[in-house]
DNA sequence: ACCATGACTAGAA
DNA sequence: CTTCTAGCCATGG
């Protein structure tokens, strides 16, 4: 982990957009597991709110790949258009029903056990 | 300062 | 599977 310290401050932003830049293309991970990685286990609401104020990061935060950990596209409704993310997906090889990640444990990326080596 | 609201989650029933 | 609870903490009224 990077912040033992387990409090969040302006660089939690930072290194949140840093560890989203690393999922790669066809993967998703959830906000738990990146707010696990950074050490700040119990506040995935933080890493939500990360990628709600990511719109203005650079480079680009692909925040279509963060999902729940039940797959759940539920950040879809801030993107423009609101099926943008959705569509983001589609085109890099995921399947999206329901507003779900079909295979999403097969897909899915974690950060501490991947990004880290 | 107090209170409500979330792109959340783990655990319990 | 569902529903509920508690913990989380930045933001805004």
Known sequence: MIRPSGRADENFFELVYEVARQIPRGRVTSYGAIAACLGTKSSARMVGWAMNTS?????????HRVVNRSGLLSGKHHFNPPGSMESRLRKEGI????????????????????FFP
Do not use: L, M, Q
């Not at 990640?101 to 056990?113: L, Q, Y």
């Open 95 to 114: 399947k999206v029903k329901d507003d779900t990640i079909v295979n999403f444990r097969e897909i899915f990326w974690d950060p501490a056990k991947e």
């Open 55 to 63: 719109h203005s990061a650079k480079p680009k935060v692909p925040a």
